[in-house]
């Protein structure tokens, strides 16, 4: 029998990432590079790792992910939201508990963009009387 693997896909700003669960011993690679090694700041690898807690398959599952695009933050964020989708493939009883905490929905807030005569997206430039 073929290897089980679970596949989704988790968007956050720009950030794209490509989650292959399968089960294992709990290794996280991201982009070919250990999750530990790959994501620089404390709160970024807690925040991948919140949908395993919470289901309980922390230690469980080894982890391929390929992410693109925006920033630390962002690519966390996008990896949360596809392992959670993961997650749902792996077992769907998963989804009221991942859908309380908020981990299925796709966080849509991103940039707005710099408009004409605005120093950024609303703000303006410094006003001179003199």
Same mark, same amino acid.
């Given at each position: 029998?073929?290897?089980?693997?679970?596949?989704?896909?988790?968007?956050?700003?720009?950030?794209?990432?490509?989650?292959?669960? !399968?089960?294992?011993?709990?290794?996280?690679? +991201?982009?070919?590079?250990?999750?530990?090694? *790959?994501?620089? %700041?404390? $709160?970024?690898?807690?925040? #991948?790792? !919140?949908?395993?807690?919470?289901?309980?398959?922390?230690?469980?599952?080894? #982890? $391929?992910? &390929?992410?693109?695009?925006?920033? /630390?933050? /962002? !690519?966390?964020?996008? #990896?949360?939201?596809? +392992?959670?989708?993961?997650?749902?493939?792996? &077992?769907?009883?998963?989804?009221?508990?991942?859908?309380?905490? /908020?981990?299925?929905? =796709?966080? $849509? %807030?991103?940039?707005? =963009?710099?408009? *004409?005569?605005? %120093?950024?997206? =609303?703000?303006?430039? !410094? *006003?001179?009387?003199?």
């Amino acid at each position: 029998m073929a290897e089980q693997r679970f596949y989704a896909t988790g968007k956050r700003k720009t950030a794209v990432a490509r989650v292959w669960l !399968q089960p294992g011993t709990g290794a996280v690679v +991201i982009n070919k590079r250990p999750a530990e090694e *790959y994501l620089d %700041r404390e $709160s970024n690898k807690m925040v #991948i790792f !919140q949908p395993l807690v919470l289901t309980g398959t922390f230690g469980k599952l080894d #982890i $391929s992910v &390929n992410v693109q695009g925006g920033g /630390g933050s /962002g !690519q966390a964020g996008a #990896i949360r939201h596809g +392992i959670s989708r993961a997650l749902l493939e792996l &077992n769907p009883e998963f989804r009221d508990v991942l859908k309380k905490a /908020g981990f299925l929905t =796709r966080d $849509s %807030r991103v940039k707005e =963009r710099k408009k *004409y005569g605005r %120093r950024s997206a =609303r703000a303006r430039f !410094q *006003y001179s009387k003199r």
